[in-house]
């Protein structure tokens, strides 16, 4: 501390965003795609961008999905109906399949389930949308990571994200004009210039930032800090009861079937009265457990969208008389319903379209914020070398590593996140196990890019990445005009306004990535056009000393 607080907070702030830096612009830009996650699932199943967009009355999609059930999946142990939104038009079912005989093998358990999609109005099923993970795959891996166990990968997105919040703190404590540099970006000075477009993303959505990287964590914290619940519930119970208590959603234990046959009540009647018990909020989604049997269970949860909290209330009926059992979170309390905002902050599906745009534009700017960082901190090492570079010699190990991988995660992210769309209609719809492989694509050409930014941390390559992802965004709307049924042409005219949307933002990034290369490019060519400084004599004086000095020896 003897060069003073602020210089301490300085050295905090440049470490802590280095260190996590990367990991920190990954989970920004998936976590920042997420928020539109709905619609890129949409835009990746062309074959429900012909279903009607027409509003289908809640009761009656409800009951075509059951009868749609009823013939494919009668003996389910549960069943699980998603009523369509503005977001998502069709009905999205999903059911337990029957368990496999003994002595079978163990399934895995996203293989346990069997899916299907139906139009709302007919309760027909959509011929053979293709199988995807779309948004949901983004939304993942901004905190799962994909290919690794998810309790690994969640202490790793933590521990970033604590990373996150004191480069925030220190970052403004470090900048004690940081607000008037908000307003000031002076292009064409090396290093200055790259703090400047720091400051300027950083500041332009702090309190967002804070937001997102604190929430973040609170999501977990149970996972982070479970010692509170484990020692005042030992005797009672242990979590399992404090989580019962904290959070009351009704059915939380696996129903058993009775043996007995029954026919499921009509529910219709069940999400009219659950739409007048939440002032005409609409019902989300439909679990029934043990379908057709006297035990049967219907669970009908709160959509989203009217209250900033995460955790929705339910409803329980009886699945053979229609009768209420009970209503669970109606008024939940202090820490739960706080717990609750701070999630549903972070995820942001309270949002309407505007507000989930200023969101998206925050986020990009997150990633900025930490892309520019991460330079700033190469441009600055740089500075050190600069006379070994003029005498032939080459940076160091270290720097060397931080650019390529500055080069691989920040150019190369988004031509992975590029390619993943490409794949998806590119690929045969028949292929087996498809969504894995357009995930199995983006890591292929992230490793490529990455693994060739390694190589050759140049400008050229930066160029090039930067260039192939611009292409590959821009190009998208014309690739979804060749392979859907809603070209840009047709989906701004007449809907849906979720592939309008898409092919718009795909256009504006693959923009904001050309205009990104032209900058490099213009950096190249002043590279190349320096005049190298002539090496002057040395004054005659010192030639004579050393003259001297070699006739001596």
């Given at each position: 501390m003897k060069e003073g607080f602020r210089q301490s907070m300085a050295w905090l702030h440049t470490w802590s965003g280095l260190l996590v830096g990367w990991v920190l612009f990954m989970v920004f830009a998936a976590g920042t795609a997420s928020?539109?996650?709905d619609e890129i699932t949409f835009w990746m199943k062309p074959e429900l961008h012909a279903v009607s967009h027409g509003t289908v009355a809640q009761p009656v999609a409800a009951e075509n999905a059951v009868a749609y059930l009823e013939r494919n999946a009668g003996n389910a142990a549960r069943w699980f109906i998603t009523l369509p939104t503005a977001r998502e038009p069709a009905v999205s079912l999903l059911w337990l399949k029957p368990p496999p005989p003994a002595g079978s093998p163990p399934v895995e358990r996203r293989r346990s389930f069997d899916r299907a999609t139906l139009d709302p109005a007919t309760g027909q099923a959509i011929t053979a949308p293709r199988e995807t993970r779309g948004g949901e795959f983004f939304y993942r891996l901004h905190f799962d990571l994909h290919y690794m166990p998810a309790l690994w990968a969640r202490w790793i997105v933590g521990f970033c994200a604590m990373f996150m919040l004191v480069a925030i703190v220190s970052g403004i404590v470090t900048h004690k004009r940081i607000f008037k540099d908000f307003f000031t970006f002076r292009p064409?000075?090396?290093?200055r210039s790259w703090l400047d477009a720091h400051n300027v993303t950083a500041v332009l959505a702090l309190p967002y930032h804070a937001m997102i990287t604190y929430t973040g964590l609170v999501t977990l914290m149970f996972m982070y800090m479970p010692w509170g619940p484990q020692v005042a519930y030992k005797a009672h119970g242990g979590t399992d009861t404090f989580f019962a208590e904290a959070f009351p959603g009704g059915v939380r234990t696996q129903i058993k079937a009775s043996g007995t046959k029954a026919a499921l009540a009509p529910l219709a009647p069940m999400v009219a009265q659950a739409t007048a018990h939440w002032d005409g909020a609409p019902v989300g989604r439909i679990v029934v457990h043990q379908p057709n049997d006297a035990n049967a269970v219907v669970s009908l949860t709160r959509?989203?969208?009217?209250?900033?909290s995460y955790d929705q209330p339910t409803m329980q009926f009886n699945g053979t008389t229609g009768a209420l059992i009970g209503t669970f979170g109606d008024v939940p309390k202090a820490a739960a319903e706080t717990r609750g905002v701070l999630y549903g902050l972070h995820i942001g599906r309270f949002a309407d379209p505007l507000l989930?745009?200023?969101?998206?534009?925050?986020?990009l700017a997150g990633c900025l914020m930490?892309?520019?960082?991460l330079l700033l901190w190469a441009v600055k090492e740089r500075q050190k070398y600069a006379k070994t570079l003029k005498q032939g010699g080459r940076?160091?190990?270290?720097?060397r590593l931080v650019d390529g991988l500055n080069l691989g995660a920040i150019a190369g992210l988004p031509v992975a996140m590029a390619a993943f769309f490409w794949a998806n209609r590119l690929l045969p719809v028949e292929v087996a196990s498809r969504n894995d492989v357009e995930i199995r694509w983006f890591f292929i050409v992230w490793g490529a890019a990455a693994v060739l930014g390694l190589l050759r941390p140049t400008l050229r390559m930066w160029q090039a990445q930067l260039a192939l992802g611009a292409l590959l965004f821009a190009l998208l709307p014309v690739l979804n005009a060749l392979t859907g049924p809603a070209p840009l042409t047709t989906s701004l005219r007449a809907g849906p306004s979720a592939v309008a949307g898409f092919d718009l933002v795909a256009i504006a990034l693959g923009l904001g990535l050309a205009g990104a290369t032209w900058l490099v490019e213009r950096k190249r060519r002043k590279a190349v056009a320096a005049p190298k400084k002539a090496v002057k004599p040395p004054p005659p004086a010192e030639l004579a000393a050393s003259a001297a000095a070699g006739q001596g020896s």
């Open positions: 928020y539109f996650k064409k000075k090396g290093q959509a989203e969208g009217r209250h900033l989930r745009a200023l969101f998206f534009v925050s986020g930490v892309a520019t960082g940076i160091g190990f270290g720097l």
